[in-house]
């Protein structure tokens, strides 16, 4: 199968602005919409031109979802998930036309663009609270800089399975993705109190940990620090066809050639820096032997991939359209 045996469907309006229900609504059109409507746009066609391997051999556009105003949110989505839906050891396991593919990503970004948001910089590793594992201090911070409320981030930390994997370990915590923390809190009656007092106990932790922004937490500030690295992934993906290359993005991660690994990395860097995030990149690859390093386009397929999460259903699949592909937006004055 390849990109001539398909028909796309229409490019549904890239520019979307969703309001608390995550409906699509309308909005005044303004110089800096077009210009932003311009930049997926021309995104979308160097995307066209990129074929990514028998897992996804067509990639998906994207569109740049705000929530509620223009300063929040802002990420890009590829439609209907696209190569977003894979796990990364699936997404760096794809060609990007022929060529091996890397995947980079900014080391701890949400924390260096808070405590560049406070004219500060970030000393160390954000998420090493000592007694709890990485993954749950990572989604535990965020929280905080997403919550309106300590209560709020308490029962999100509390709820999330990665906090059954440190409570109850890794097999307790496949049960609890299963099944669901309801269904954990009817059969496990002590399990949801021990939780929130664990929760409570790392909450008490990252606020000592980052007194410095302690000030950001419980403010809701997640989606304007969303918005900022959506931003940069804007100026990196217009950097990188610049140079004549397709990144795809992840978010705060951009799949790209293997051969082209050292120069998104620099970009990247360059692009955090503007805003004041001084970023490291983290590099991710298939681990391939070093034998076959530089032979890439030639490389045999000994490596399958897993079968396609994408059924045949999914490009033909109705779509619910919101105001702003269905109406052209009004001019401002």
């Known amino acids: 199968l390849s990109p001539d045996d398909l028909t796309l469907r229409p490019l549904r309006e890239p520019l979307i602005l969703r309001n608390a229900e995550k409906d699509d609504i309308d909005y005044r059109e303004t110089r800096a919409t077009r210009r932003m409507r311009r930049e997926v746009e021309a995104q979308n066609e160097a995307i066209m031109s990129v074929e990514l391997g028998q897992g996804l051999p067509v990639p998906s556009r994207l569109r740049r979802i705000f929530n509620g105003d223009f300063g929040h949110g802002g990420r890009f989505y590829a439609e209907g998930g696209g190569w977003q839906t894979l796990t990364k050891a699936q997404r760096v396991r794809l060609r990007h036309n022929g060529e091996l593919v890397i995947e980079s990503d900014f080391r701890a970004l949400h924390p260096t663009l808070a405590y560049a948001a406070c004219g500060l910089t970030l000393r160390g590793d954000p998420y090493d609270i000592a007694g709890f594992p990485r993954p749950l201090v990572k989604i535990a911070f965020n929280l905080l800089l997403n919550s309106r409320g300590r209560n709020g981030a308490r029962h999100g930390i509390a709820g999330k399975p990665e906090m059954a994997d440190h409570l109850r370990g890794k097999d307790f915590g496949a049960v609890f993705r299963a099944?669901?923390?309801r269904e954990i809190a009817r059969h496990c009656p002590g399990y949801a109190t021990e939780a929130s007092r664990e929760a409570e106990r790392l909450?008490?932790?990252?606020?000592?940990?980052?007194a410095p922004i302690r000030d950001l937490f419980f403010t809701g500030i997640g989606p304007?620090?969303?918005?900022?690295?959506?931003d940069i992934a804007e100026a990196v993906?217009?950097?990188m066809r610049r140079h004549s290359v397709v990144v795809l993005p992840v978010h705060d991660s951009f799949i790209c050639p293997a051969s082209k690994a050292d120069l998104l990395e620099d970009v990247m860097r360059e692009r955090a820096r503007e805003v004041g995030a001084?970023?490291?990149?983290?590099?991710?690859?298939a681990n391939l032997p070093q034998m076959?390093?530089?032979?890439?386009?030639?490389?045999?397929d000994i490596c399958p991939l897993p079968p396609s999460p994408f059924p045949s259903w999914r490009a033909s699949s109705p779509r619910r359209e919101g105001p702003c592909s269905t109406q052209y937006h009004k001019e401002s004055n």
């Open 179 to 181: 099944a669901g923390g």
């Open 278 to 285: 001084a970023c490291d990149c983290s590099r991710t690859s």
């Open 292 to 300: 076959f390093q530089g032979v890439e386009r030639e490389w045999p």
């Open 203 to 210: 909450i008490d932790a990252l606020l000592a940990r980052h």
């Open 237 to 239: 993906m217009r950097d």
């Open 224 to 230: 304007v620090l969303q918005k900022r690295d959506s």
